[in-house]
């Protein structure tokens, strides 16, 4: 019988990959607390419309990329695409205003119907991090200051930049709008197809653009910085100044657009020159209008999300993953000492230390098997003329650990 494919852009992550990306989600765990994130749980799929209404029709993700259904009571679902919408919903809807200025963290699965290639899939992880209710600059600096101890913590943060740039305010960024129609206009039958859609639609959005056609028009499109308004200027200034006192690392990207239209002020990407196309890890920036999009009173609020599955390719490429450690193997080398062994066992890993038993095969290959595994200290266990024999060989380690097994494995010796 045949037997059914994964679905096209799934991974089934296994072995030292598997291991890189544990590694990522402790470390965001590790970190979060330390800047006193709380988690949150949030479901998989909601409303078509939270996704809709808050990232806009005119969005890659909602007019490309979702995995939209109808349940089977008619009603339009959607996978989740991104975090941000939802944990917005979730805010409404539990009354969490109550906790502003929220920080909350979370991570998990996302579902994007996107073309796959390395760094690229269809369900794929991203960490998150959000402020809501907090209008100073100073939560832009906490965010940004907590992604750079992220990486530098998972040991990925050489060749990863910080690229920021402001989008300025909504009159700043209705201004710089208008003025990129206006200079697209003018080249506009040598841009993408895409491209030539985003003119009307969402102009921001070419500079976005990974199409190599664009990309000689996008270098001297009107920046930003000739729209802001002093209030603007004043924000980003701020930030800029935070992230400075912070020791944090950066560089000004003033073509630097998020692919999302609920975005104002602080926009940032951490790219890295090591997963080719795919090199953007954490991106994120300053949502004030997203909340009303879902009904809310206006709410600042900001946030970043990272793509797990590229984190772990960077922590796996630099080899950050410490090796599995193995405190102690035990080789049973007669049947008879099974119950021993299995007590013996059970309390090395109560106590704390990692262990292994070989007790399957015959008796005689089992000290062998087990003295391959590697392990720091290796125990072979015999009956002999009805004794037990417990013999311990540690390895380069250190006496006292030594001392502690010792006495959990032959405590009257
Ligand atoms: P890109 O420009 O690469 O499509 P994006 O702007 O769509 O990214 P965001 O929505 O900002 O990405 O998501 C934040 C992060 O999540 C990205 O920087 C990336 O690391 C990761 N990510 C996004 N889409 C995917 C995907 N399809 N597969 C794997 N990781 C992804
Ligand atoms: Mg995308």
Known sequence: METPQAIRGTQDIFGAEAEAFARVVETFERVRKLYRFRRAEMPVFEKTAVFSRSLGETTDVVSKEMYSF??????????????????????LTNGWQQHAPLKLA?????????????????????????????????????LLVMADQLLKELGISDGVTLQLNTLGDAPSREAWRLALIDYFQSHRAELSEDSQDRLERNPLRILDSKDPRDKPFTADAPKIDDFLSGEAQDFFGKVCAGLDAAGVEWTRAPALVRGLDYYRHTAFEFVTDRLGAQGTVLGGGRYDGLIETLGGAHTPAVGWAAGIERLAMLVADAGAVPADTLDVMIALENDEAFAFAMAKLAELRRKGFTADIVATGSPKKRFDKAAKAGATHLASINLIDGDLRVNLRGANVDESQTQSIHAILAPGL
């Open 106 to 142: 979370t991570h998990g699965p996302l579902f994007r119907y996107e073309r796959p290639q390395k760094g690229r899939y269809r369900q794929f992880h991203q960490l998150d991090a959000e402020i809501i209710g907090a209008a100073e600059p100073q939560s832009d600096v906490e």
């Open 70 to 91: 109808l349940d089977r009571g008619d009603e339009s679902l959607t996978l989740r695409p991104e975090f941000t919408a939802g944990i917005a919903r979730a805010y």
